[in-house]
């Protein structure tokens, strides 16, 4: 059978010709790899796949209508997040219209967390809930005749073509035996698809691949929450990395997992793997702070890594307990120090606007990020997503909290408000966003730690690139002029002992 998946267009932000730096960075700077799973698992049983990242290709809906008839699918699969489900939705009930015999299957997130409400549209004709790969395996074989459709586990679906009635399959057990999936049918999309942030570009071509999958914690603000954790073994793991030097010429992977540092000898297993056998590749993964120490660290800057991430969300330690971060800010502060020290150019990403927050917490918290050693930070404005820790917690004390003025199925929802604690206005909180970011690399300090990575022209073009999301995240400006942005990289280029002095100069006149 012919089988095609969807990555949604951004069709909200399409339509209103408004594709900001943020969007473009974090929607389109890796290949969807749960598509490409699945992919990879229905090629191995002979079925004839195609795999269309609208998003990436800035397509918006008729294109996208135009390019699936014109494959000609016998079956449509479409995966979703919360975030991009109005998008999804219309699509499906345009794709219906083009279509009407070829059956749309659901996936993602939303449909996991919110089954009832996805296939309340009609469009939808299955729903697959939790992970896809085995599931729609199956559904080929349903279709196909070879089966029943309720003999396939964990799916909704509809007991009568565009009927209201919803049929629940048990629950499939959670699948653990993450070596015996292919590696993702990466084929099937041009690399040349997706751009890194530039300045967390350390290679091209750079590639995304994940070794684990759930979190066993339980963060308020995450769909993931405590779904289980599960891991690949450092051979394959490495496999999969060799396969990417070998076979795309892979010069940097991230690694997207939920939680790479998971535990110490999961990661000592797999950094000595790589070392073992010699693989060249330099590589990024998210860590946990309360789980690195200075020698973990060591062996990952050993064996390629030159990044990691990690979670921190709030500097102040009655947030973090909000939350259920499990840290504390001794700990950050360890563990920042610590990468700093080994050399990996430590980068958190953190929130504004949780709901405890107050204009004194998020203070506390930018002065915090400014106090540690940090080279990058990714601020984000917190979203309050169904089926998370935090959303019960609206639910059952929501107007002791703040208010909800958007609602979460934009693009733009962790750059905008849609909650707003008690003593603060939407305004505000765009303000504190802003702010965050001006008031972190505006410093001599920021600067220099991105001064010394600065070798060629080359290093130079990344920071060119990327300016206008500079002046996005600092100012929501339009791109700065050409003149600053030349200016500012020639001063980058520039040796001697004022070269840090004029380059601070030069980036507050060409972003102010």
Not at 143 to 152: L, Q, T
Request: hydrophobic share 40%; charged share 25%; glycine share 6%.
């Amino acid at each position: 059978m012919r089988i095609l998946l969807i990555n949604p267009p951004l069709d909200s932000v399409l339509r209103d010709g408004n594709v900001d730096p943020v969007t473009s960075y974090l929607f389109y700077n890796s290949a969807p790899l749960g598509l490409l799973y699945i992919a990879a698992v229905l090629e191995q049983r002979g079925e004839v796949v195609g795999v269309l990242d609208a998003a990436a290709e800035m397509i918006d809906i008729p294109q996208t209508v135009k390019r699936v008839e014109e494959f000609a699918p016998d079956i449509i699969g479409i995966g979703s997040t919360t975030v991009v489900f109005d998008g999804t939705k219309e699509l499906a009930t345009k794709l219906k219209e083009a279509l009407p015999t070829t059956p749309i299957v659901l996936g993602g997130y939303h449909v996991t967390l919110l089954p009832k409400e996805a296939m309340s549209h009609k469009a939808f004709d299955v729903g697959v809930i939790h992970e896809g790969e085995h599931a729609m395996a199956e559904l080929v074989e349903a279709y196909r005749g070879e089966r029943s459709f309720d003999s396939v586990e964990s799916i909704v679906f509809r007991k009568e073509p565009g009927g209201d009635e919803l049929v629940f399959t048990p629950h499939r057990k959670t699948f653990r035996d993450m070596d015996s999936l292919p590696f993702p049918a990466r084929h099937l999309l041009k690399p040349d698809l997706y751009k890194p942030i530039p300045i967390d570009e350390h290679g091209m071509p750079k590639f995304s691949m994940i070794t684990s999958r759930g979190c066993p914690h339980a963060c308020a603000f995450c769909q993931k929450a405590k779904s289980g954790y599960r891991s690949r073994s450092p051979e394959n793991i490495v496999d999969e990395i060799e396969h990417l030097v070998r076979d795309f010429g892979a010069q940097d992977i991230a690694i997207v997992d939920s939680l790479f540092c998971a535990n110490k000898k999961r990661v000592m297993a797999i950094c000595d793997e790589i070392i073992r056998r010699g693989v060249k590749v330099s590589w990024t993964c998210s860590s946990r702070v309360e789980v690195v120490d200075k020698e973990m660290l060591q062996r990952m800057k050993d064996a390629g890594c030159w990044r990691t991430r990690f979670g921190i969300e709030s500097g102040s330690d009655q947030v973090l307990d909000f939350i259920s971060k499990g840290i504390t800010k001794e700990k950050i502060r360890n563990a920042i120090t610590w990468a700093h020290e080994v050399g990996l150019r430590p980068k958190a990403f953190f929130m504004v606007g949780h709901m405890p927050d107050t204009p004194e917490t998020i203070r506390e918290t930018i002065e915090f990020a400014k106090s540690i050693p940090l080279h990058d930070v990714t601020v984000q404005i917190n979203t309050l997503l169904p089926m998370t820790p935090q959303m019960e917690i609206w639910e059952r004390e929501g107007p002791k909290w703040g208010r909800l003025i958007n609602e979460t199925t934009s693009e733009k929802s962790f750059w905008e408000p849609t909650f707003v604690p008690w003593g603060m206005e939407p305004e505000d909180m765009i303000n504190f966003h802003r702010q965050f970011y001006r008031e972190f690399y505006f410093r001599p300090v920021t600067l220099a730690r991105h001064l010394e990575t600065i070798n060629s022209w080359r290093d130079v073009a990344k920071y060119v690139q990327a300016s206008n999301l500079f002046s996005f995240l600092f100012y929501n400006a339009e791109k700065p002029s050409l003149s600053m942005v030349k200016s500012f990289a020639k001063t980058l280029l520039r040796g001697g002992e004022q070269r840090q002095k004029k380059a601070q100069a030069e980036y507050h006149e060409y972003v102010g």
